[in-house]
C-alpha cells in the first residue's frame, strides 16, 4: 500500500488542522493506520492510531482529547483532526501502516512497514 499525507501548514496556537493520508494499492480497508511526527531535534513519536474497521483507536496522552483520527474507507483516506493546537505540536507528521490484518499502531509497538512523505505543522505561538 503506498501513503500519502497532506493538509499539514501554519496556524496560530489554538487553531485547527485536519490532516489526510490518502491510500492507494492493495485494499485500504485491510490496514490499521496510525499518525507520528517528529519534530527537529526529537525522537519520532507515535500520535493517534485506528483500526481497519475504525473501530478502535489509540491517541497519545499528549494529544488525547484535542485530536480525533477517522477513516473513511470509502474515500481510502484517514484523517487526523487536530485542535487547540499547541507551539509543542510543531513537527513533521506522517502516515504509517503495518502489514494487513496486523494491530493498530501504538506506542512502543513495531514500527510501521509503509510510511507516507509527511507533512510539516507548525504552530505559532
Known amino acids: 500500500v503506498q501513503l500519502q499525507a497532506s493538509g499539514g501548514g501554519l496556524v496560530q496556537a489554538g487553531g485547527s488542522l485536519r490532516l489526510s493520508c490518502a491510500a492507494s494499492?492493495?485494499?485500504?480497508?485491510?490496514?490499521?493506520v496510525g499518525w507520528f511526527r517528529q519534530a527537529p531535534g526529537k525522537e519520532r513519536e507515535f500520535v493517534a492510531s485506528?483500526?481497519?474497521?475504525?473501530?478502535?483507536?489509540l491517541y497519545a496522552d499528549s494529544v488525547r482529547g484535542r485530536f480525533t483520527i477517522s477513516r473513511d474507507n470509502a474515500k481510502n483516506t484517514v484523517y487526523l483532526q487536530m485542535n487547540s493546537l499547541k507551539p509543542e505540536d510543531t513537527a513533521v507528521y506522517y502516515c504509517?501502516?503495518?502489514?494487513?490484518?496486523?494491530?493498530?499502531?501504538?506506542?512502543?509497538?513495531?514500527?510501521?512497514?509503509?510510511w507516507g512523505q509527511g507533512t510539516l505543522v507548525t504552530v505559532s505561538s
Open positions: 504509517a501502516a503495518p502489514q494487513a490484518d496486523d494491530p493498530l499502531p501504538r506506542p512502543g509497538g513495531p514500527t510501521p512497514d509503509y
Open positions: 494499492g492493495r485494499s485500504f480497508d485491510d490496514y490499521a
Open positions: 485506528i483500526s481497519w474497521t475504525g473501530g478502535s483507536t
